[in-house]
């Protein structure tokens, strides 16, 4: 495996990205990433009441979105490996103190958590720093704190189709991206990583295939021409081989198993255009 997915490797960047990274985030991507959390959030459809797993963490961007949704009734579990990014989520946590939300430093192959216990798990932007190798593990383990008929909805930044649009996005992400970075007192070193590593995940077309292999019922989604790509899974009501079910599942995973899904190209089921400004 390559060193830049190791655990120490992932561990040391992002703790020294942690008290940038809330500003450089949205800044450099002139608010979007604000807009794609919550736009992934509601393809969950979460619920007052739900147990919600909020899996690489960071430094709980997501939960405004999370927690107006699941309410003083639900239960939010944030857990990361960056004991940076805890340090903001912690300070997040002091807003929220009538939520039932723990955060919990560890690992998103290995969660610790009972089996069957979530309703929901959220994966912001974190699937681009898994190695290609550990994706059927993790997602394994989704499906295995999940409840019967529980959603998994990830979203993460993708290297785009559009031909025109591909170089010039890229471009920002590796070249603009770290100088901006630096700008707002962050490291460009640990900032020219985030390209690397997009442009290393290219979309979630092969999370899709692991998810349907083990045993998910799986859809692809894209925000803003494929800038950003999704997948929301379910765990079936009963246990059953997703990868026989006939409908949406089928073309996606006719492709994984051929090995020709990047990006977008197959089983795209919804598309959601830049977002409108208010």
């Known amino acids: 495996m390559d060193k830049i997915y190791s655990f120490e490797f992932l561990t040391t960047l992002f703790n020294e990205m942690a008290g940038s990274y809330d500003r450089v985030n949205y800044l450099t991507s002139f ?9 992934f959030i509601d393809r969950a459809e979460l619920h007052t009441g739900h147990a919600v ?10 939960w405004q979105f999370i927690l107006k949704r699941i309410g003083p009734q639900g239960q939010l579990v944030a857990l990361d ?16 103190g009538q939520h039932a939300v723990s955060v919990v430093e560890g690992n998103a192959l290995a969660t610790g958590l009972p089996a069957a216990s979530m309703d929901r798990v959220l994966v912001a932007f974190g699937l681009k720093t898994l190695a290609p190798e550990l994706r059927s593990a993790l997602a394994s383990e989704l499906y295995r704190i999940l409840r019967p008929g529980g959603v998994v909805s990830a979203i993460e930044m993708s290297e785009p189709r559009a031909w025109m649009l591909r170089p010039l996005f890229m471009w920002y992400l590796k ?20 390209g690397i590593y997009t442009e290393r995940f290219q979309g979630c077309g092969p999370v899709a295939g692991e998810m349907i292999q083990a045993g998910f019922e799986a859809q692809l989604v894209s925000y803003f021409h494929g800038c950003a790509t999704g997948v929301v899974a379910r765990k079936p009501l009963e246990n059953r081989d997703c990868s026989k079910d006939t409908g949406f599942i089928q073309p996606v995973h006719d492709a994984v198993m051929r090995g020709v899904v990047d990006g977008l190209h197959v089983g795209l089921l919804a ?3 830049a977002p409108s400004v208010h």
């Open 31 to 39: 608010g979007f990433s604000h807009r794609f959390r919550r736009q």
């Open 53 to 62: 797993c909020d899996l690489m963490c960071g430094r709980g961007e997501s």
């Open 81 to 96: 490996l960056s004991p940076g990014m805890f340090d903001g989520a912690r300070q997040r946590l002091t807003r929220y």
């Open 175 to 194: 070249q603009v991206v770290p100088i901006l970075g630096a700008l707002l007192l962050g490291n460009p070193a640990n900032y020219r990583m985030l």
């Open 271 to 273: 598309t959601y255009p």
